[in-house]
T-cell receptor, first 113, second 120 residues
Framework: EDKVVQSPLSLVVHEGDTVTLNCSYEVTNFRSLLWYKQEKKAPTFLFMLTSSGIEKKSGRLSSILDKKELFSILNITATQTGDSAVYLCAVVQGSSNTGKLIFGQGTTLQVKP | NAGVMQNPRHLVRRRGQEARLRCSPMKGHSHVYWYRQLPEEGLKFMVYLQKENIIDESGMPKERFSAEFPKEGPSILRIQQVVRGDSAAYFC??????????????????FGPGTRLTVL
């Protein structure tokens, strides 16, 4: 069965800390991996990763994919209270005619002042 | 605002009633996906549609649920004879699909704000 597993499920840190969120997957017909941030509304897109070893960066956030070991990490440096959210990892599965996302359970991050 | 639009944002129904959820994709997007998020659970794929076609409905419950994306107008997720277990947040996402000229891969799905369905 296809699955995406995130760890840890929840995390509490203080402002300024660096966090690493993990996502492992076992999905047939892997196409790409996406990270989203979900506050009390729609998941907002962060990164899309398709190739191993190429780091994507956006400000204090960065992510990398390892297609050999089937995992991805999301790093957040110098965390701020505004980073508090649920971080979702999702794998795009399928042929070029489909593109459904298989989501992990999410990691709930709480950043304390 | 060219983002994905969903309405209503909140919907309350009594058991046995029908629920209709609407989704207008991002401008220029022709692919629509519906996901359901049950309390304390992750997002689960339901159905993938292009204009006038259902491409993948492997995540749809076999009964009471249907979806459409007509040539004109929004995509509709319809739930007949709702039960309490249908209470959830329903999210719609859209993507550019094949033939897109954007530099962002067509795999990227952008989500709407969701419809929170409560069945009494």
């Amino acid at each position: 069965e296809d699955k995406v597993v995130q760890s840890p499920l929840s995390l509490v840190v203080h402002e300024g800390d660096t966090v690493t969120l993990n996502c492992s997957y076992e999905v047939t017909n892997f196409r790409s991996l996406l990270w989203y941030k979900q506050e009390k509304k729609a998941p907002t897109f962060l990164f899309m990763l398709t190739s191993s070893g190429i780091e994507k960066k956006s400000g204090r956030l960065s992510s990398i994919l390892d297609k050999k070991e089937l995992f991805s990490i999301l790093n957040i440096t110098a965390t701020q209270t505004g980073d508090s959210a649920v971080y979702l990892c999702a794998v795009v599965q399928g042929s070029s005619n489909t593109g459904k996302l298989i989501f992990g359970q999410g990691t709930t991050l709480q950043v304390k002042p | 605002n060219a983002g994905v639009m969903q309405n209503p944002r909140h919907l309350v129904r009594r058991r046995g009633q029908e629920a209709r959820l609407r989704c207008s994709p991002m401008k220029g997007h022709s692919h629509v996906y519906w996901y359901r998020q049950l309390p304390e659970e992750g997002l689960k794929f339901m159905v993938y549609l292009q204009k006038e076609n259902i491409i993948d409905e492997s995540g749809m419950p076999k009964e009471r649920f249907s979806a459409e994306f007509p040539k004109e107008g929004p995509s509709i997720l319809r739930i007949q004879q709702v039960v309490r277990g249908d209470s959830a947040a329903y999210f719609c996402a859209s993507s550019a699909g094949r033939g897109a000229t954007s530099s962002i891969s067509t795999d990227t799905q952008y989500f709407g704000p969701g419809t929170r369905l409560t069945v009494l």
